[in-house]
């Protein structure tokens, strides 16, 4: 069965890269003793993928990997096991079975959800307020009908319209966070970074961007929704696609 | 969110900031507030190769399970990092609490090689503590040094306020338990390391006096006080199955050298090669018991996910009950996903059995190490492997599927002739031979020989610590021999030769032998900016020469001059069990080309037998 585990990666923990996040998982699994299937062979490897990797630096609420296993506890007891085996910064928060035929978590990811804040919520540090964001972004975002940037890639520069990427764009505060947030393309289509938009948007009204001035946190992931899905959205959180195992399916699989 | 001792711009802008941040899974969390003493323990080289030490492991466990200790970790930080906190003067930290060493009570610093010496100094300078032992006050943390180099500590002894000489597991409660008295009563630093040095195993430099000769060997040492000891006895683990030994082993998040569980079978070895330090200096041979060793290794896979066990020894084929533990692993674990990394092992029908469990054998290749290509020269090592052993294990090896061969070389030992070196070409070519015996519809493609070969360095507390190491010079027309003589063999297109730099192998000479006038030279490399000298890219020949220059010492004295047998030497004060009078035979011995059997064989009296264990009281019981 295939299995789905939605985790918050958050303080120290920022600066483990991906590559080493999954190396976590793949050990963490086994101290929690979850019945995961191996591949065959002299070298045998974890089924499992992660839905859309995150920057170094990157604090995140949604964070998806997929996992194949031979039977599971319920969703309550997996997922108090599996923090039992978590160090402080990682967080699971759902743990749900995939219907069969559901695409993997990465081929999956159609948007992504980012707040990019000040790290220190002191107005006279702050390049923009929070009104200042607000109008700008109707100046930056709204009022036009293309954002072109000059993206630079492996192969060398490119100029991209963001504007179409862009589904979503305000401005941000809450419990003393101030600054950006946006809905944003991501995955094997179009990845924008949040960190790009920020960017341009000090560009463009002509102030210095200083990249350690802001802390960017991934609030979910999202896939597109199916057209008869009942909530109507363009988009759900990649969690929304399976379904949680009750204590009475865990008795009927085990 | 715990703060951390680095901001966020230094994080995102250094190579691997997992390095320092702490927090991984099964790191120790105390309130330093609710403990007497704090220790920092440090392996002097970047965290891949520190976490990968079981040492540290075992002391980090051991003393945390002290309510009144917090053991933190420190390694050195990298060449980008080092810039960083010199330029913005930030003190060096523990990675539990993020707090500066320098208010902890002891550092603590494992001393695994002679080119890790530079970057003992980089801790001590990073962590904002005086370099010299004698200009720390009462504020600083007592600096404290052991492992393999303490056996001769003398380069460093100025930099040091305690060396503990011999097995961590023995005393440290006993030096714990009085630095914690006199934390509580008004006693000088001074005082605390004078009642130190009366604790068996720990030697404090500064209540020791030098003097030397006019041809600059040593004259005299001795204790300032007439209530320490003369000679620092090493002290030993008698029972290794009761010892101490981490449950829950810390687990990195970056790969490191050692991502795996590490399973010490025993410790000490029976063998008696004359080069090997490790083999005298840890005698005797003590094994663990086979449960507790299940237990554990059945343990540490379930506390930490590893997906990897591998067994540690000098020479694990000699431990008694290899292969019950070897198929208890493989019956229990390999189904689990867990790989079986084995130790070098005795190439036989038995190991190559096991080994084709738990490898992939187009793959892997087979390691043996004869050190020496004649048998005439592995006589005078003391290497017990002959020919027929490594022809033998090869031809089972490649008629097993095997195809590709490790080969282990030292050159510049003593009374090579020419002849001995190009002995190891020809027994390059005897294994090539053997493999070309199997028929070519068998056997798959050609055969990969690698020889590599690395310059002998004499240690103290071996039996050849009298002999005069090669230079320079002559190390590199060792490797030349060989390389000519790897080319003239019929199978040469099946092998592949690779030496040793040859210069940071005479600094280690060097400093392996030395003594105290050493330290000015140490400090004038790091000065000049010397550290990860243990490092090919960072290690600088000209800065060390340069060095030698300005503190008028002349390295000749400590590499290639000629030793009497009745020099006293630097590390003539430890007593680590195996007498000199027992070297010196030894010595002789290897002059004459006669082997000596190993412990098992028949006990040669080295003196090992004063500590009350392992394999010299195996028939007793």
Not at chain 2, 103 to 124: R, W
Not at chain 2, 163 to 191: A, C, H, N, P, W
Not at chain 2, 222 to 251: F, G, H, M, S, W
Not at chain 2, 397 to 420: C, H, N, R, S
Request: proline residues 4%.
């Amino acid at each position: 069965m295939r299995i789905r585990i939605k985790f918050r990666k958050y303080g120290v923990m920022r600066f483990i890269g991906h590559l080493d996040i999954m190396r976590y998982f793949q050990k963490a699994i086994r101290r929690a003793e979850i019945p995961i299937v191996y591949t065959e062979g002299f070298s045998p490897h974890q089924v499992m993928s992660f839905a859309a990797p995150l920057g170094v630096g990157i604090i995140s609420d949604g964070e998806y990997l997929d996992i194949e296993v031979h039977d599971s506890l319920s969703t309550e007891k997996a997922i108090e096991k599996l923090n039992q085996m978590m160090v402080e910064g990682i967080e699971i928060t759902n743990y749900v079975q995939l219907p069969k035929g559901a695409g993997k978590a990465m081929a999956v990811v159609a948007a992504a959800e980012y707040q990019v804040f000040y790290k220190e919520n002191d107005l006279d540090s702050m390049a923009f307020s929070y009104e200042q964001i607000r109008n700008g972004i109707d100046q930056y975002f709204h009022d036009r009908n293309e954002i072109v940037i000059t993206k630079t890639t492996k192969k060398g520069e490119r100029t991209l319209d963001i504007r179409p990427y862009i589904y979503r764009f305000q401005a941000y505060q809450k419990e003393g966070e101030t600054g950006f947030s946006m809905l944003l393309s991501a995955g094997s289509q179009e990845n924008i970074k949040p960190e790009l938009v920020v960017q341009d948007f000090f560009r463009y009204f002509g102030k210095e961007y200083d990249k350690y001035a802001f802390q960017i946190r991934r609030v979910d992931v999202y896939a597109e929704a199916s057209p008869e899905d009942p909530s109507g959205s363009r988009f759900l959180p990649l969690d929304h696609f399976g379904e949680r195992i009750t204590q009475e399916r865990e008795q009927v699989n085990g | 969110m715990k703060k951390l001792a680095l901001n966020d711009e230094i994080l995102l802008k250094i190579d691997k900031p997992a390095r320092y941040i702490g927090n991984e899974v099964n790191m120790v969390k105390k309130d330093p507030k609710d403990v007497d003493i704090r220790i920092a323990m440090c392996f002097p080289d970047v965290y891949e190769i520190g976490m990968s030490h079981l040492g540290i492991q075992i002391l980090y466990d051991m003393f945390n399970k002290r309510a009144d200790v917090y053991c933190e970790r420190v390694y050195s930080p990298w060449p980008d990092l080092h810039q960083i906190m010199k330029e913005q003067h930030i003190p060096l930290f523990g990675l539990e609490s993020q707090q500066p060493v320098k208010e902890m009570d002891f550092l603590a610093i494992t001393i695994q090689y002679e080119m890790c010496y530079t970057n003992i100094l980089q801790i001590l300078d990073l962590s904002q503590i005086p370099l010299y032992a004698k200009d720390r006050d009462e504020n600083c943390p007592i600096v404290i040094g052991g492992g393999p180099c303490t056996y001769n500590p003398e380069p460093l002894a100025d930099f040091f306020d305690l060396f503990y000489i011999g097995e961590g597991e023995t005393v440290y409660d006993q030096l714990l338990d009085l630095y914690k008295e006199m934390k509580k009563g008004l006693y000088s630093r001074k005082e605390f390391l004078h009642q130190a040095a009366k604790i068996p195993g720990l030697y404090v430099p500064s209540l020791y006096e030098v003097s030397y000769k006019e041809d600059g060997t040593i004259g005299s040492f001795e204790p300032v006080c007439d209530d320490i000891p003369k000679k620092i006895k090493r002290q030993v683990v008698e029972d290794l199955t009761k010892a101490v030994y981490p449950q829950k082993p810390l687990v990195p998040f970056i790969k490191v050298t050692q991502d795996r569980v590490v399973l010490e079978i025993q410790r000490g070895c029976i063998r008696g090669c004359r080069f090997c330090q490790a083999g005298m200096v840890y005698r005797p041979l003590r094994e663990r018991g086979i449960d507790m060793l299940k237990e554990k290794a059945y343990q540490m896979l379930k506390n930490t996910g590893h997906e990897e066990i591998s067994l540690s020894s000098l020479s694990s084929s000699d431990y008694t009950h290899l292969e019950e533990l070897l198929t208890f692993l493989i019956e229990n674990f390999k189904s689990q996903g867990v790989n079986i990394s084995l130790p070098s092992l005795r190439i036989d029908a038995f190991s190559l059995d096991v080994m084709s469990k738990v490898q992939d054998v187009k793959k892997s290749s087979l390691t043996f190490a004869p050190e020496a290509g004649s048998q005439r020269m592995r006589d005078v090592i003391n290497k017990g492997l002959t020919e027929e052993d490594i022809l033998h294990g090869a031809g089972l090896a490649f008629e097993g599927g095997w195809q590709k061969v490790k080969l282990y070389f030292m050159l510049g030992l003593p009374t090579e002739t020419e002849e001995d070196m190009r002995a190891i070409a020809q027994l390059a070519e005897k294994i090539a031979e053997r493999y070309y015996e199997i028929p070519k519809e068998q056997r798959n493609g050609k055969c990969q020989i690698t020889i590599s070969t690395s310059f002998f360095v004499p240690k103290p507390f071996t039996p050849f610590q009298w002999y005069s190491m090669r230079t320079k010079e002559d190390f590199l027309g060792c490797a030349k021999v060989v390389n000519e003589a790897v080319k003239s063999q019929l199978n040469r297109k099946s092998m592949k030769y690779n030496w040793h730099e040859a210069d940071v192998t005479v600094i280690e000479g060097i400093l392996a032998r030395g003594d105290r006038r050493l330290s000015k030279v140490l400090l004038e490399v790091y000065r000049n900016g010397g550290i990860f000298d243990a490092w090919s890219e960072f290690f600088d020949n000209d800065r060390w020469e340069n060095a030698f220059a300005s503190a008028h010492i002349n390295p000749d004295f400590y590499t290639v001059r000629e030793r009497s047998e009745d020099e006293v030497f630097p590390w003539d004060f430890i007593d680590t069990g195996v007498t000199k009078e027992f070297l010196l035979k030894e010595w002789h011995r290897a002059m004459e080309g006669n082997v000596t059997p190993n412990c098992r064989q028949q006990c040669s009296g080295c003196g090992a037998m004063v500590y009350k264990g392992g394999v010299c009281y195996e028939n007793t019981h």
